[in-house]
């Protein structure tokens, strides 16, 4: 695909990014009208700058969509629309289909027809029936002839959406002096602007005081009048509510003429440059290889000037300087390949919104951990398995309502969506609080399919295996979300080929948890590095709580009445090595490591006794993934390369004891 058409294909999608944000801002009805009011002004303008770019590289499909619902926006900054349910159900329709199309286009895939979209769309932009009451119009026909003579049609009816929203309107009138008054006038705008919406202003001049410009502004607010005052406390300033009053004389009705789009250039929507991945991955090995030559050069120094002078060296304060140094910048390098798990966790919830509505169930989503930041490749990798996920979970997961109130539940079922970060490794998990995994259901599905002869209750461990299985459904028939029996097979298959675990725990009529558990691709890690048969492995120092030598061993059992565990485990048999059990007389290393309660999935945190043959010491390593199958390595979080150039596996601990 040429660059800059990828360009603009990227640009695009963050925007509509941007859209579904807008729509969040805007389903919050707590929120003041004035907040909401600027929600739609930024829809809008988003909207319109996504129709811009799609134009200039020849995306009609999305040009038209976009167009379409430009018309509806269009009608609810001027007014003559109101935010609805129905309105806010067709806006999220709208920006499915405008991601869809994008990802479509990206694709070279032919556009479906949208006409029910567009027949939707233009049907909820008609203009509201209540949108010229004559209890508006009251409202409205106090305001100062000269002021109403001077608004714009878009101004009109935005006085018409206040009225009709009971917002309180009031003239401000203030006088400044000549030299000053732009400076003045703008810092009463501001303190006005806080507590309210500045709607027009009407500047004149008195001749009988030419040194002096007073305006009239028309204003809304909820403010109490104490708390108004206080906002033009400094001015010479009068503040005057506006009041209806009978009989009302008839609004100027004709159409409105749309206010022109305030519009930024495709350069103007971001402020930062994007760069290929294997090129960074280059730049970071670079950098640590860099490093690694720098510190054998410095230690190699230190050596020869403390064996000739028996002090401390100047080169070790150095040492100590470019160490830091090197480290700020590789940590800084590998974040810029992290992205923010917000889009991909927001788009799981979106579509688990789009198949509640279809299966008629209601449904409370919450998401956690948008600002975790994980690798750019995980996140593209696992966007699909994630939205999976969701699905099942409400698909096969969430009873229906009168089937949870039958079950003691509340009818609305609950999903959550969050994630994690424990040390190096980020989890995401999809917690629903529904029917579970049933054995006995598995089992009957499964004699249905053939899978088994006889559909005896299955224990949960084999009913987990049989709904990741291709082809696997418990659903007698096909349905427009799921039935099909593709789903789980790819979700595993997706998770496991970018070097992830997929995890599933679950309690029937209560609920399930499906934990996608994310690997390491770079990472810098403090690690200890263990010696076990003249090979090195690294382990995180912070897991370490201390280590002592001993001969042999029946030293090391003799010294197990003040471990936490009863006996010490030989790293060398947990890695499926030679043992060093018959070393007698040959001193070992017996380290006691605490593991997290994290760690050890939700248990107390308890300490590990394990014998390795040495203790190397700490060092910061590299953390690089081992590829697609890593997952499947029980007990290796990736590998790394050592300061003397030896590659060492990094060990997941709590993983291989388990």
Known sequence: MDQNRSEFLIEIEELIEKVFADLDQLRDQTAPQHDRRQAIDQLFRHVHSIKGLSAAIGLEAVVQLAHEFETL?????????????????????????LAESLELAASGIIE?????????????ASPDASGSGADNDAVLENIPSDIWQSLSEAEKQRLMNLARADSPLFVVAAGFEITNFDEEFFRLREA????????????????EHADRVNFRILYASSASFGELHQCVAGYTAALTRIEPREPPRPVASREPIPAPADTASVSALSDFVRTDLARLDHLISSTHELFRITLNALAMAVDKKQAKSKTRAPLQDLDETIRTSFLELENELINLRM???????????????????????????????????????????????LVHLIRNAVDHGIEPADERRRLGKEPRGKIRIEAISEGAQSR???????????PLMISKAAARLGIVSEPAALDFERSVRLIFRAGFTTLTAATDVSGR???LDVVETAVEQVGGELRVSSTPGVGSTFEIRLPVTFGLLSAAVLMVNGTPYCIPANQIVSHES??????????RAHLANALPIYLSELLGQPSARKRLGKSLQLITCRLSETETNGSPPNEVSIIVDEVKGTDEVLVRSLGRHSGRWYGVAGATELRDGRLALVLDLPRLLS
């Open 73 to 97: 926006l269009d009608a609810l900054r001027l007014g003559r629309v109101t935010v609805s349910e129905r309105v806010l159900q067709v806006s999220e329709d709208a920006v499915e289909a």
């Open 112 to 124: 479906p027809s949208r006409r029910s979209l567009f027949d939707q769309i233009q049907a909820v």
């Open 192 to 207: 006005l602007a806080q507590n309210g919406e500045v709607i027009a202003t009407s500047p004149t001049v008195d001749p």
């Open 339 to 385: 992205v923010s798990l917000g889009h991909t966790l927001q788009r799981a919830m979106r579509a688990g919104r789009t198949v509640s509505r279809a299966t008629g169930k209601e449904i409370d989503f919450e998401v956690a951990g948008n600002d975790l930041r994980v690798d750019k490749v995980l996140a593209d990798a696992l966007a699909e398995p």
């Open 428 to 438: 995401i998990r999809v917690i629903d609080d529904g029917r579970g995994i049933d």
């Open 485 to 487: 029996g593709v789903g």
């Open 550 to 559: 001993f001969v042999g061993r029946k030293s090391a059992q003799k010294n």
